[in-house]
């Protein structure tokens, strides 16, 4: 299962809930038919009533879900999909799960750690790195850094410019 959300609060009074949008495709709220909510170790699965998307928010009304008191019951619980509902992406577009744990090389192929966090802003995003030694760097997401990535290897080289780590 894979995290598009988060849901924020309670919306009106009819059971509709406020979620943060935690994918790079928002318009993909609007073409599920069913998201699924964890509970201690049981996966429980709504059908989507409605959805309504806000800039990085979406309003969603879930199947069962009739009361403010029950859309409460839901705060702070992620909305997650199955990996058959995931969009498909283009050679140079990845999922976060997938650049999460992944490890860092320069072009010389000496390891300098793993992202531990990727940041989406309108520009292009930023990866931040955990060295080998403890400290924190972040990595843009541009082509003049990012040389290579491999999902299959895990691995990401990208070019040490200089500055980059200053």
Known sequence: MYIIGK???PQGRHGEVKAEIITSFPEHFCKLGAVFIKKT????SYSVDDVRLAERFVFIK???IDSIDQAEQLRGEYLYIPEDDLENLSDSEYYIHDLIGMQVYDQKDMRLGEIV???MYPANDVYTVKFLDGSLHTI???SDVVKVVNVEQNKMTIQVLDGLFE
């Open 7 to 9: 849901i924020l609060k």
């Open 41 to 44: 170790e049981d996966w429980l």
């Open 62 to 64: 879930l199947a069962g």
């Open 117 to 119: 966090d990727v940041e």
């Open 140 to 142: 843009p997401a541009i």
